[in-house]
């Protein structure tokens, strides 16, 4: 047994950690709020080669594993970066036999999204070209968004009804469900990173605030808020890890695997940012701090891609038809 | 990353199937929650389990060959783990020696006290037991008060000890002693091997919450203990005991291990049950089936890393704490999720038609989980601490004299 991460992999979060500090912040988290852009927005990610890491290399991508790629998303997620890496992944296996389009999502002249029928799409806002399934094709069209006054601006929501429409796959169920599984770990791995950074935005202020003539950390009620909160973190990158070790090479294994992820991702994110926000206090409820913009992600991220009660109810459908049985 | 064993690994996994079928007769297998019936025959049936496992190699597995181990692996001893809950064989009956004593021992026993002790500890020829807690120390472990007074070439030993699992069974237990009440709490301790069969010695069983005996009180009442059986220097018991310590965090839920019943029992209840409830009643059982596999899928594979660790040679930190806190909750989510599909029937401890009454007794371990190896509070200070670095608490008691009223 190996379940960790090798040296390439190590190395990838190393260098995908210091472009996004070079690219984007969490503050412009806030400024994409107030009407800012949202970064470090398509093309840089693009130019970088993260939208095409799971794109074959002959069509411009880099070839490379959905793992590398949760990989690379983990520290999207530490960062609130966007676009999202999830509509990358994503659209890779929904145009798998098509080239130029491939290539188009890859180096960033075609911004897609992925609709799941009426329910607000991840980076609607600013794409040009619509993925949907209709009558079990795959189809691709231009649309129309509507949008309401976003929660986390950096996740692009929007509605679209499709204006046009042309035919990519006629059968494509099982495409789309893997499409749909693969997603689901990416959106698991940014909410990895973005509840492991905001565990220790908390650490770091429990270790610096004093009260009562002491650092707060010191106090078992603040300690053991954050431990529980980190112990959810680590239990989650298990189940990303697995997740999408399963995609690339178990794919009996994924629909649990990535289930369970997504399920456990929206509890964990949610906890990480609220005990985030309790550890720091009234400056953590301020529009200026950034605990807020954690807590936006984890309250809209647990809706996407289906809710905590429906990922639940998939693994004990899984379950009772026998996926623990070896 | 692949979930596979190595060529050695996966060698080595065959050969132990092989040796447990091959002395299957010999064995006491039992399924998941399963209880035997009769106590003292049972006990006769695990020493005689573990003195046959001993002799085909497969305990100790880690430990090194002079001590009478295998010199073997630590992912070597993962995988007879893994290999004797698949054979259904129950927990060892020495664990407790397995698992804290005897590393205890090895680590800080003189040569003799290695040749006496330990080849019999990995045969079950003497269970062992772990003499720590008493009545008015438990977490605060180092405020303990049974004395240990030197008498030329022996020690007298006086005090209570609480808690401890298996003194009924017992020969021999490892005893954490006072010998220097002058000097601070963790300064004035001394660690010895107490032969349980010595005059003096009382064991008293205790009753669990779920009507089982498991642990005792022991009491010592001039009880003599040879300085052959002292471990470690006089003063020198609090290092010791961390030894001991230290082994316990791996040994209660490090591994990622399913603590109380497997979700897998939970699913083979659930495919039975669940299609009998009422379609509003199926989704809450689902929703709880749910959460409840992926908890335990959460900390089993977070287990997996840690084995990776250790499989390449690493020693499990404090970070395998987390383990017991994850597993603790999985074991909840699993047990509540088990004991509600039962309806009606859990209301009882043994449903009136021919439930076996294992989910109930599995859902009166829980509270004792939570709470031994280490309570989830400590576990957490120690997470918080060692691994987090988040500041400890201020205390007074770490250098005052004992007796100084600073306990």
């Given at each position: 047994m190996n379940f960790e991460l090798d040296d390439d992999q190590r190395a990838a979060a190393a260098g995908a950690r210091e472009f996004f500090a070079g690219?984007?912040?969490?503050?412009?988290?806030?400024?994409?709020?107030?009407?800012?852009?949202?970064?470090?927005?398509?093309?840089?990610?693009?130019?970088?080669?993260?939208?095409?890491?799971?794109?074959?290399?002959?069509?411009?991508?880099?070839?490379?594993?959905?793992?590398?790629?949760?990989?690379?998303?983990?520290?999207?997620?530490?960062?609130?970066?966007?676009?999202?890496?999830?509509?990358?992944?994503?659209a890779a296996v929904l145009l798998a036999d098509q080239p130029d389009l491939l290539a188009a999502l890859a180096d960033g002249s075609t911004g897609y999204a992925v609709l799941d029928g009426p329910a607000p799409a991840i980076d609607a806002v600013g794409a040009d070209s619509f993925l949907a399934l209709e009558d079990g094709a795959l189809v691709l069209g231009a649309g129309e968004v509507a949008t309401g006054e976003p929660l986390d601006a950096t996740r692009g929501l929007g509605s679209v009804r499709l204006t046009s429409r042309r035919v990519l796959v006629e059968d494509a169920a099982a495409r789309w469900s893997r499409a749909r599984d693969v997603a689901l770990v990416v959106l698991a791995a940014e909410d990895l990173g973005a509840a492991g950074r905001a565990v220790q935005l908390g650490i770091g202020y429990a270790k610096?605030?004093?009260?009562?003539?002491?650092?707060?950390?010191?106090?078992?009620?603040?300690?053991?808020?954050?431990?529980?909160?980190?112990?959810g973190v680590e239990q989650l990158r298990s189940l990303v890890w697995w997740a999408a070790w399963a995609a690339?090479?178990?794919p009996d294994e994924l629909p649990l695997a990535a289930a369970s992820a997504k399920a456990f991702a929206?509890?964990?994110?949610?906890?990480?940012?609220?005990?985030?926000?309790?550890?720091?206090?009234?400056?953590?409820?301020?529009?200026?701090?950034?605990?807020?913009?954690?807590?936006?992600?984890?309250?809209v991220d647990r809706f996407l891609l289906g809710d905590e009660a429906e990922h639940l109810d998939t693994v004990a459908g899984l379950v009772l038809a026998g996926a623990l049985s070896t | 990353m692949d979930f596979d064993d190595t060529t050695d690994e996966a060698a080595y996994r065959a050969r132990v199937r092989s040796l447990l079928e091959e002395h299957a007769a010999d064995l006491v297998h039992l399924d998941a929650g399963e209880e035997a019936a009769d106590a003292a025959e049972q006990q006769q049936a695990l020493r005689r389990t573990q003195r046959v496992l001993a002799d085909a190699g497969l305990v100790g597995v880690s430990w090194a060959s002079e001590h009478g181990g295998q010199s073997g692996t630590l992912a070597q001893q993962a995988i007879v783990n893994q290999e004797l809950a698949r054979a259904r064989v129950p927990t060892l009956i020495n664990h407790i020696g397995l698992g804290m004593c005897g590393p205890t021992v090895v680590?800080?026993?003189?040569p003799a006290q290695h040749e006496r002790y330990l080849a019999r500890l990995l045969r079950a020829e003497d269970v062992w037991c772990q003499l720590f807690s008493e009545p008015g120390s438990g977490s605060d472990l180092a405020a303990l008060r049974t004395t240990a007074v030197r008498e030329g070439d022996e020690w007298v030993v006086n005090g209570q000890k609480v808690w401890t699992t298996l003194a009924h069974v017992a020969d021999h237990g490892i005893l954490l002693t006072r010998t220097d009440p002058d000097r601070p709490k963790h300064a004035g301790l001394t660690m010895f091997i107490v032969d349980m069969h010595a005059p003096g010695v009382t064991v008293r069983p205790l009753r669990q919450l779920g009507g089982q005996s498991d642990f005792n009180e022991v009491f010592f009442d001039d009880v003599h203990v040879p300085d052959g059986d002292r471990l470690g220097e006089p003063g020198e018991g609090w290092r010791v005991a961390l030894t001991t310590l230290l082994?316990?965090?791996?040994?209660?839920?490090?591994?990622?291990?399913?603590?109380?019943?497997?979700?897998?029992?939970?699913?083979?209840?659930?495919?039975?049950?669940?299609p009998q409830l009422p379609t509003d009643r199926q989704v809450l059982a689902r929703q709880a089936l749910g959460r409840a596999a992926v908890a335990a899928l959460a900390n089993r594979y977070t287990g997996y890393r840690r084995y990776t660790a250790i499989s390449k040679g690493g020693l499990p930190g404090p970070e395998?704490?987390?383990?017991?806190?994850?597993?603790?909750?999985?074991?909840?989510?699993?047990?509540?999720?088990?004991?509600?599909?039962?309806?009606d029937d859990a209301v009882f401890s043994r449903g009136p038609d021919g439930d076996d009454g294992r989910w109930q007794r599995n859902q009166g371990w829980l509270p004792g989980i939570a709470i031994a190896g280490g309570t989830n509070e400590v576990l957490r200070n120690i997470i918080g601490e060692r691994v987090l670095g988040l500041p400890p608490e201020p205390r007074e008691d770490k250098t005052a004299p004992f007796n100084g009223g600073s306990r």
């Open positions: 690219s984007t912040s969490v503050a412009d988290a806030r400024r994409a709020l107030e009407g800012g852009p949202v970064t470090p927005g398509r093309q840089a990610l693009a130019d970088v080669g993260f939208l095409g890491v799971t794109v074959p290399e002959d069509v411009g991508g880099a070839g490379s594993s959905v793992l590398d790629l949760a990989v690379v998303a983990e520290q999207a997620g530490a960062v609130l970066a966007g676009p999202s890496l999830v509509t990358a992944a994503r610096e605030r004093t009260a009562f003539g002491r650092q707060i950390g010191s106090y078992q009620a603040v300690k053991h808020a954050l431990v529980d909160a980190w112990v690339d090479a178990a929206a509890e964990t994110l949610e906890r990480a940012a609220e005990t985030c926000i309790q550890v720091h206090g009234g400056i953590g409820f301020t529009w200026e701090h950034d605990a807020h913009l954690y807590w936006r992600r984890a309250k | 680590a800080h026993g003189t082994n316990e965090r791996v040994a209660v839920g490090g591994g990622g291990n399913d603590l109380g019943l497997s979700v897998e029992s939970l699913a083979a209840l659930a495919a039975e049950r669940v395998a704490s987390a383990g017991k806190l994850a597993g603790t909750t999985a074991a909840k989510l699993v047990a509540d999720a088990g004991v509600r599909l039962l309806g």
